[in-house]
């Protein structure tokens, strides 16, 4: 079994309010996490010695031209372009970085922008595969791809849209709770079954709302933490792989399915003892996979899972609790950071108006990376409280 993560903590979630357009470049909102990092934990600049670092909007610079325009001089630097799973993925490797001594803090940062042309830019030129032999045909964004899903999984296990339904509208009345969420309008079962479609069976309520915002968090060791008087959550497990499952003729698992019971024997324990879960949702299919995969219920039966439970903030399963992408919006690759942020906020005592009472652990998952047919990367991580 791989070794542990002993002693790493998380600290400082932070979040750069998102909005739905934006003429600042990725770099800004990035940069507004960082200092407010800094500030947060009282530490100076110089005291980040790794940096983490995500966009889908950032280029032609990287992680490595951002340095320069922060000032910063890590001797540890990711460059994770991976979509939804981008989050879990560096809150991994930062710390790994810390247990071998490659660095002592590292800044784990996603941000994006959202302007005029910045979407359809993306998707132009988001893959090869993409701009081969998905935009040619008339399917600009996921979308598409993501509807071929969904119609599979509802014809090979019998979910309905009202199922689907009932997360989203349970999403959006965690996010009524929560400042930070963009969409928080009431919504109903009725409403959400009565959305115009978008690509069937996906009507408007299944889509995420591209956005613009930042999220982040720093990684170090529990006694620096302590040191600093800051609330460190404990890492307790996390998995990551790529092209899970490539001969499957269509996505219907992920890479959580392969590496789920190496999570759980990494985190002692079971997925009994977890009080809520953040579930990467840029559409329902996805997040009912991540049920199915992470072990809460076999494959196929996310849908009766969901009937049977309440997954609002009070309920007996909490999921999302600050609304998830579907009702907070999706600010990129920042996307795949807010579950994390937001399961971070919980564990730590900072999630006002929205805790999940007396949680412990948390389950965070990440998903991205569509080409023209399904997700290249899955993450998972098992957290405590301090």
């Excluded at 940062?109 to 132009?124: H, P, R, Y």
């Excluded at 689907?164 to 009725?190: D, I, K, S």
């Excluded at 579930?279 to 992470?294: G, R, S, T």
């Excluded at 997954?311 to 990129?332: C, I, M, R, Y």
């Amino acid at each position: 079994m791989a070794r542990g993560y002993d002693d790493i903590v998380v600290v400082v979630p932070t979040t750069e309010p998102y909005v739905r357009r934006s003429e600042h470049g990725a770099a800004w909102f990035i940069a507004r996490v960082l200092g407010a990092m800094l500030r947060r934990s009282g530490l100076a600049k110089d005291a980040i010695d790794g940096l983490c670092l995500s966009s889908l909007t950032l280029a032609p610079d990287t992680a490595v031209a951002f340095t320069q325009h922060a000032g910063l001089s890590p001797r540890f630097l990711e460059w994770l372009p991976m979509g939804g799973a981008s989050g879990v993925v560096a809150l991994r490797r930062a710390a790994r970085a810390v247990q071998a001594g490659d660095a002592e803090i590292v800044a784990c940062i996603a941000g994006d922008t959202a302007n005029a042309t910045s979407f359809t830019d993306l998707i132009e030129n988001f893959s090869s595969f993409s701009r081969d032999a998905v935009y040619p045909y008339g399917a600009g964004g996921p979308n598409a791809s993501f509807a071929l899903i969904t119609d599979a999984y509802m014809r090979g296990f019998g979910a309905t849209r009202a199922d689907f339904g009932r997360l989203c509208v349970a999403q959006r009345a965690n996010a009524r709770r929560n400042p930070l969420a963009l969409l928080r309008e009431p919504l109903t079962l009725e409403a959400y079954l009565a959305a115009r479609p978008i690509a069937e069976p996906l009507h408007l309520f299944d889509c995420v709302m591209p956005c613009a915002g930042a999220e982040g968090f720093l990684v170090m060791r529990r006694a620096r933490a302590e040191a600093l008087g800051l609330r460190g959550v404990r890492l307790l497990g996390a998995i990551e792989r790529h092209n899970a499952y490539a001969d499957d003729p269509v996505q219907m698992r992920g890479g959580w399915a392969i590496d789920r019971e190496a999570l759980w024997a990494q985190a002692g324990v079971a997925p009994d003892a977890i009080n809520l879960v953040q579930v990467y949702d840029d559409y329902p299919v996805i997040a009912f996979m991540q049920l199915e995969d992470l072990g809460f219920c076999g494959k196929g039966g996310a849908a009766a899972f969901v009937r049977d439970r309440d997954l609002t903030v009070a309920g007996d399963f909490p999921v999302n609790t600050g609304g998830g992408q579907l009702s907070a919006g999706q600010a990129g690759a920042a996307g795949g950071y807010l579950g994390l942020v937001e399961a971070v906020r919980q564990l730590a005592g900072e999630a006002a108006g929205r805790a999940v009472p007396d949680a412990r652990h948390a389950l965070v998952s990440g998903f991205g990376m569509i080409n023209y047919d399904r997700g290249l990367c899955t993450a998972a991580c098992v957290l405590a409280a301090p």
